[in-house]
């Protein structure tokens, strides 16, 4: 996801066994592994909502410290909420976005307004789901499908996969950090709703977000896994411009097809 991308950058790195660290090519246990159990679910969120109802009162560097301090708190909890509330979830991380960049670029009051946003999408999270534990999945035990991120390209390798869980080996095999997100749709990549920018709407008609790994730097390598129904999918890097420079790629998951 775009706007998520970028603030993860600052962030990587701050993560650990116990956190989920996310940065790229981590031996970390990845936040989308993670279950959360109802009464954990609950407390993080809430922790959530709390850490950043305080950072607006802070600058400086205890700002920095108290941003920090709440993605560890969300990395705990993100693959359950996910897993449950996809839309949600793609609130949040915008909300904990802005709050990120209204810290590093001196805007107390776009911190104020996302941290009070990022609490009412909190409240409709609960409204719609109580305390859903969710299902978020583990790694596979089959072969993992390599997936090379170039200059401007996305390159599974193979074009059609069998369906269950599926776990991606993405390589950042260019000069720029990249990601790559997997969507769900039946609509050719020309067809994808996009924003004014050009980027792919991810929450946009016809297409349903599946999950993503942001900020993979050149060089490194990161695991993915998501349980795949059979249908059409699409990787691609959603960072502002690399969508429309070609950076995609169609994948089919079929009941049959070998690896």
């Known amino acids: 996801m775009a706007m998520a991308g970028v603030l993860a950058a600052g962030l990587a790195g701050c993560g ?128 993992p499908v390599a997936v090379a991120l170039t200059d401007y390209r996305v390159t599974p390798e193979a074009a059609s996969i069998s369906s269950g869980v599926t776990t991606f080996d993405v390589t950042n095999r260019a000069t720029q950090v990249h990601e790559m997100v997997v969507v769900r749709t039946d609509l050719p990549p020309a067809d994808l709703p996009v924003d004014h920018d050009g980027n792919v709407d991810e929450k946009g008609s016809g297409v349903e977000f599946i999950d993503e790994v942001e900020d993979v730097k050149p060089g490194t390598s990161t695991q993915l896994s998501v349980d795949l129904p059979t249908g059409s999918y699409i990787l691609l890097c959603n960072l502002p411009g690399h969508f429309k420079l070609g950076m995609y790629r169609q994948l089919e998951v079929t009941a049959s097809a070998g690896r």
């Open 16 to 143: 650990s066994d116990d956190t989920g660290g996310r940065s790229a090519g981590s031996a970390t246990t990845a936040p989308e592994e993670k279950v959360s159990t109802g009464a954990e679910l609950v407390a993080g969120l809430a922790a959530v909502k709390a850490l950043a109802a305080g950072v607006p009162s802070l600058e400086g560097g205890e700002a920095d410290r108290a941003v920090a301090a709440l993605y560890t708190r969300w990395f705990r909890v993100e693959g359950t909420v996910r897993a449950t509330d996809r839309d949600l979830y793609l609130d949040m991380e915008d909300q904990l976005a802005a709050i990120k960049g209204g810290v590093d670029d001196g805007d107390g009051d776009r911190v104020t307004a996302a941290a009070a946003e990022l609490a009412t999408v909190i409240d409709s999270y609960f409204a719609a789901h109580g305390a859903t534990t969710g299902t978020t999945v583990a790694a596979g035990k089959r072969t």
